[in-house]
């Protein structure tokens, strides 16, 4: 059974920064697309980034691009997102998902594994 673990949330200053990690266990990691998605309250989740199974590619949410890297070591079964120049805007909880798939795509019914969230709370 694929088991992801977010991890890396937590309390910080408009303008610092974060860094999430997602460790993929009991299954293949390295032969899937993977994502990031955030849900706010109240609010649907949303697509965040999304990296390719290799590593070669990346997209973004338009309102995270230049702030947010997308990156994964496939040795270490492990995703991560660095979010810089945090905004009142980003908090809300993060999660992983592994794609059916190897491309990149953002719709969230195309993945099929999601981690348990983390925390991110930005103060301004």
């Known amino acids: 059974q694929v088991q992801l673990v977010d991890s890396g949330g937590g309390l910080v200053q408009a303008g610092g920064s974060l860094r999430l990690s997602c460790a993929a266990s009991g299954g293949t990691f390295s032969t899937y697309a993977m994502g990031w998605f955030r849900q706010a309250p109240g609010k649907e989740r949303e697509f965040v980034a999304a990296?390719?199974?290799?590593?070669?590619?990346?997209d973004y949410a338009d309102s995270v691009k230049g702030r947010f890297t997308v990156s994964r070591d496939n040795l270490k079964n492990t995703m991560y997102l660095q979010m810089n120049s945090l905004k009142p805007a980003d908090p809300g909880v993060y999660y992983c998902?592994?794609?059916?798939?190897?491309?990149?795509?953002?719709?969230?019914?195309?993945?099929?594994?999601w981690g348990q969230g983390t925390q991110v709370t930005v103060s301004s």
């Open positions: 998902a592994r794609n059916r798939g190897i491309r990149i795509q953002g719709a969230r019914q195309t993945y099929d594994y």
């Open positions: 990296i390719t199974w290799s590593g070669d590619k990346t």
